[in-house]
């Protein structure tokens, strides 16, 4: 599960995101037809995974039963975590800032 507010603040940062060599990813555990209508409708260019069998929560350990607690990572070019946050009630995300400063990081190690 992804916040609207949040994706909506990676797609106004994407260009700032892919001049630190990254990019967006979401995935989403809703079914393709109700998040692709969000998808449209904030014209999201960014790449959306759909994992409606919700593995990906159980995998990175943000499952909440049956349930994708909402959370951030960043990965490293060879898919390593080197970054994370996970929500502790719904409405906490982490800020842009606070996403852009682990990229900015990331990218001069």
């Not at 994407?14 to 109700?34: C, F, M, N, R, Y």
């Not at 039963?65 to 060879?78: E, N």
Request: charged share 25%; net charge negative.
């Amino acid at each position: 599960m992804f916040r609207r507010e949040q994706l909506v603040e990676l797609r106004e940062s994407d260009e700032q995101i892919k001049g630190l060599g990254a990019e967006v990813l979401a995935v989403s555990t809703e079914k393709p037809v109700d998040i692709e209508r969000t998808v449209r409708h904030l014209g999201f260019e960014f790449l959306v995974l759909y994992d409606t069998a919700a593995l990906m929560p159980l995998q990175y350990g943000v499952d909440n039963d049956g349930t994708a607690i909402p959370s951030t990572f960043v990965l490293d070019k060879t898919g390593v975590i080197r970054w994370q946050y996970i929500a502790s009630e719904d409405h906490d995300q982490p800020s842009m800032d606070q996403i852009i400063a682990q990229l900015e990081a990331l990218q001069s190690s």
